[in-house]
Each structure stands twice: as structure tokens, then as C-alpha cells.
């Protein structure tokens, strides 16, 4: 079985996914979790320990659960669609601020899920700041996507509809090698991703030029990224390369989605960065990023080491000794690599952006073949412990 054709996993390592995949939740069986997310709350207690944590299905239902849970939401800027991108403050007052990011990439939702717990979850004297989701409308679905340029969500239920409305009501731009690729309104609208499949400046890329298209989410099983259920967001640069939210932080010209955690990090200067996201794998590991001075980078391999070390203890499936997520990474230790952007190319995603502009900074990458609150208890885990770390080197 050929795992990742048609899926699409963290966009960052999407040319590299291999090895060790297998069946949703057979690497779950032994989990122990560590003392912190065990503790046994009373047989009623509605306590965030006991909270069942689920795939928000909208951003609404995102928004509404932050705020009923007493947090207040700082409006950072409006999504095309108006959607508020929002922060949250938690923590204490102590600095350096910690930054937590989630969500660029909307089928990855373990990511968004976990970010949402931790502002409640972790205890911390440092200012924490929380975007669960950077892409408002990549988590609300490609239907409504579609909904910006037609003016309804469309009821769609299988891949040949989608295709059948979208050369029907889209100019088409691309029809080749199983690529469509269609305009309508502002936007593009296509049935696969185009990252790294289409070539930088091709002509067919011309009226898209400076705008996004969405592409929809079709696992079929991955809880929370079903067909439709997401909208995969790409944005084609001035220059005509399609990438995606999680770019551009070196960059003048941005969507308005990064133009938000660029602002944010540029007010609250974070000591200490994660951007949570997930692959198409069954295993965990997370990429470090090298730092300014020989201090700093002697704390970013200390919170990576207890951070593996942590994961790897609580039961989860570490990625193979033999597992590499691309050329541009080089291994740290087993389950972590160093992310050299350099080598990549297309310029700063938000971690590197962090590490070049602030301190330590992390992506991490939980396996969407495992059940969803593993998942999310696993992004968890990996930020509580780093920031253990962290807090040690500010006492
Ligand atoms: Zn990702």
C-alpha cells in the first residue's frame, strides 16, 4: 500500500516521506503516560485533566471554546474571509515570552487541538502566547473555501463532483496529468496539491500570481481531515512559486496570515518558539533549529534531548534510527534533527524565522497515523518538557 499517494502530510517534509508507516493506532497499544497528563481527577470533576480533546470541525467552534474557558482573544489581523486570527495570552509575566503556533497547514489538527489545551496546560511563570490556528479558513473546510467565490458551500460529496463544479464554474487554468486547476472569483481551486509539483514561473500560474488557492483534505482515516473536511491553503508568490502559509516570515511581500505571527513575535520577542504540525507517519520526531551563540544552541539541544527523552518514555513511537525527513536535515539525536533552511530553500517558515530573529525555536511533528488525542497529548508533552528546560536556564 502506497501510504502517502494523495496525501498530504507537513508540507515541509512532503518530497520525503518514508519508512516506518503502519496502521492507526497499532504503535499506541503500550502507551504510558507520563505523571502529569495522568493524574486521576474525581469520578465528576469537568476539569480540563478529563477533557475528551477532539478535531475542532469549525473555527467558530475554536474561537467558542477558548473564550468559554475564560480567555480573552487579541484580534491580530482578519483572514480573506474576515476571519480574526487571533492570540492568546497565558502564563505568567515572566520573560522571555514563549510563543506557540499551530495550524498553518489545516489538515495537520493535533497541532491546533494541542496548542488549544496549552493554554490552559502549561504551567509556566513565562508569558505564554498561544495562535492556535493560523489558517481560518483551511480549518473550516474546502467546501466553504469554495463557498468565498460562489457565495454558498456547494454540496459536494466525492472527488468527481468537486472536479465536475469546478470546470463548470471556474476558468480553467490547468487540466493535465490529473491537475485541474481552475480561478474563480479571487481564488484558485485545485483537486491536489501543487507545492513542488508545478514548475516555479509557469504560465499557467499568471493570474494566480500574489493569491491563494485551496486544494481539499481526503484522508480517509485521519479523524478530523476527511474528504473536504479541510482546505489546504497554497499561496502563489508574486514570482509565481506555489507555497504555502508556513513561508514567507523573511519575506516583504506575505499573506496576511503570517503577516500576524510576524507581528505578534516582533511585540512579545520569544525566548522560546514551537510551531506544532503533523506528517502522514505513525512515528514522532521534531526538528531543532541552530542558534545564534554557542549558549543559546546548548539550550536548544538540551530542551530537544528532554523533550525526546520524555516522548520517547511516555510510550509514543519514535521515528527509526534510519529515518531521515529530507535532505535539508541533519540528525541530533534519534527522533530530533536540525532544520537547515539554507539547504531547503523558499525562504523562513516560523520556526527558522524565530531562531534567526528571537531564540529557541521548534517544529514538531506527531504522526497522523495514531489515534487524535495521542497525537495531541504527544505536541504536548514535547512542549511541557522543553519548557521545563527553559524555565531552568531563567531561574
Ligand atoms: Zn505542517
Given at each position: ?32 503516560l507520563p505523571q502529569r497528563l495522568r493524574a486521576?481527577p ?5 476539569s480540563a485533566e478529563r477533557r475528551?480533546v ?11 471554546t477558548v473564550?468559554?474557558r475564560g480567555h ?16 492568546i495570552?497565558a502564563g ?6 514563549i510563543?506557540i ?12 487541538a494541542a496548542a488549544v489545551e496549552l493554554i490552559d496546560k502549561l504551567e509556566t511563570?513565562?508569558?505564554v502566547?498561544v495562535?492556535p ?141 514551537f510551531?506544532l ?96 488525542e495521542?497525537?495531541v497529548r504527544t505536541s504536548m508533552l514535547t512542549v511541557q518538557t522543553?519548557v521545563r ?7
Open positions: 500500500m502506497t501510504v502517502f499517494n494523495g496525501r498530504q502530510g507537513c508540507i515541509d517534509n512532503a518530497l520525503s516521506r518514508r519508512g516506518f508507516l503502519g496502521s492507526a493506532g497499532l504503535a499506541c497499544g503500550g502507551l504510558v486521576e474525581p469520578a465528576n470533576d469537568q475528551v477532539r478535531p475542532f470541525n469549525r473555527y467558530s467552534d475554536l474561537l467558542e473564550e468559554k480573552k482573544l487579541r484580534v491580530l489581523g482578519f483572514a480573506p474571509d474576515k476571519s480574526p486570527i487571533v492570540g495570552k505568567g509575566d515572566k520573560k522571555p515570552a510563543f503556533s499551530a495550524g498553518s497547514h489545516s489538515t495537520e489538527q493535533a497541532g491546533v511563570e513565562h508569558q502566547y495562535i490556528c493560523r489558517d481560518p479558513i483551511g480549518l473550516n473546510g474546502y467546501r466553504y473555501a469554495l463557498n468565498l467565490s460562489l457565495g454558498d458551500e456547494p454540496e459536494i460529496e466525492s472527488m468527481e463532483q468537486m472536479e465536475e463544479l469546478l470546470r463548470d464554474k471556474g476558468e480553467v487554468l490547468l487540466d493535465a496529468g490529473g491537475k485541474l486547476l481552475v480561478l474563480i472569483g479571487e481564488y484558485g481551486y485545485a483537486n491536489h496539491g501543487l507545492y513542488r509539483k508545478v514548475e516555479k514561473g509557469a504560465e499557467f500560474l499568471e493570474p494566480l500570481k500574489g493569491r491563494r488557492l485551496w486544494f481539499p483534505s481526503r484522508y480517509d482515516d485521519v479523524p478530523g481531515s476527511g474528504l473536504f473536511e479541510r482546505a489546504y491553503t497554497q499561496v502563489v508568490t508574486p514570482d509565481g512559486e506555489v507555497l504555502h502559509i508556513n513561508r514567507f516570515h523573511d519575506t516583504s511581500w506575505a499573506p496576511v496570515e503570517v503577516r500576524c505571527t510576524r507581528g505578534l513575535m516582533a511585540k512579545i520577542k520569544p525566548g522560546l518558539t510551531d504540525h503533523e506528517y502522514g507517519g505513525d512515528a514522532f520526531w521534531f526538528s531543532a533549529r541552530r542558534q545564534r551563540t554557542d549558549e543559546d544552541e546548548s539550550w536548544e539541544r538540551r530542551m530537544a534531548a528532554e523533550a525526546a527523552r520524555a516522548v520517547a518514555a511516555s510510550g509514543a513511537k519514535m521515528a527509526p534510527d534510519d529515518y531521515s525527513p529530507g535532505s535539508f536535515f541533519s540528525k541530533l539525536q534519534p527522533g530530533v534533527f536540525w532544520l537547515d533552511p539554507s539547504q531547503r530553500g523558499e525562504g523562513l517558515n516560523l520556526a527558522d524565522f524565530a531562531a534567526n530573529e528571537y531564540g529557541a525555536a521548534f517544529t514538531v511533528e506527531t504522526g497522523m497515523r495514531q489515534p487524535f495521542h497525537r522543553a528546560v527553559f524555565e531552568e536556564r531563567y531561574r
